[in-house]
């Protein structure tokens, strides 16, 4: 004992050679500090109306998604049932290029035009006859609800007639640019070379407005999910069988043996049948809503 306390012992000194690994009160940094996690970003703000509006007069693209695509806030939305649509889309796009590469081949570019042609005009064929099914499908299931379900599939179904509206106001621009009829020619030399220049950028923006809608309005079924999300597995069923009834009565793809061209008849229907039903059987276990629940019955 002495006259004074019993010290600690003094801390050596730190960083200098020698000194084992991890030795010290702080713990060992690699040279430079070593890799940082990254900082997350910060969420992007989102869009203002005056910059959603400017983006979908440079953006045709955008301007679909935004026209043709269900919004609804409270719309329920299965991942799984998406994924298998995709899939469906995909395979029905290959199956259609095999039976065309094997039964109309294309030799030359004049061949490869043809054949993007007849898928163009089948898609927009499958588009026109949707909108003629859509309006009597929509107003069968309002006029089947109950009380206030009636006004309010009323209600919801503005959206879905305004892109029916979109899609037919952006495919009438083509007429009047390149049709040959007195009454678009005279209009075409009243607005002049100003006017065409403004005419044909409105083209533009039409085409890819237009095939990405289409696109669209066949993925989503003109957005009928802001009404109820048991109307577009019901609509996509009654589009399937009515195009295959047409292919019957035009007598499409007549130079396919008859085997072939029973399945490739019967596929799409039988398919999108089994995969509406399938979706239908989803929502009714895992979200609680069929049919008979939307029309309050």
Known sequence: MGPYPPQPAPVPPQGFPGHPQGWGPYPPQPHGGGPQHPFPRPPRPPLTRGQRILKCVYNPFYAAQRAFRPSRPDAVEDLTVRKIQMWRTGLGAAAWLVLVMSYKPVDTAKGADAVASDKFDQSWTSTLFLVCAFPFVIALFAFAAQGALRRLYLRRSLKPFGAVAALMGSMA????AVA??????????????PGMVVLIALCTWSLGFALYGIALCLNHVFRTADIHEVLPPVLATV??????ALDVINNANAEV???????????A????????CWELYRLRKYHNLSVRLALGR
């Open 257 to 267: 043996p008859v085997l072939a061209r029973i399945v490739f008849l019967l596929g």
């Open 180 to 193: 040959p009829d007195p009454a678009t020619t005279g209009f075409r030399d009243a607005i002049g070379i």
């Open 239 to 244: 589009l399937a069988w009515v195009m295959a």
């Open 173 to 176: 621009t083509f007429p009047l």
């Open 269 to 276: 229907p039988v398919s999108v049948t089994v995969l509406s």
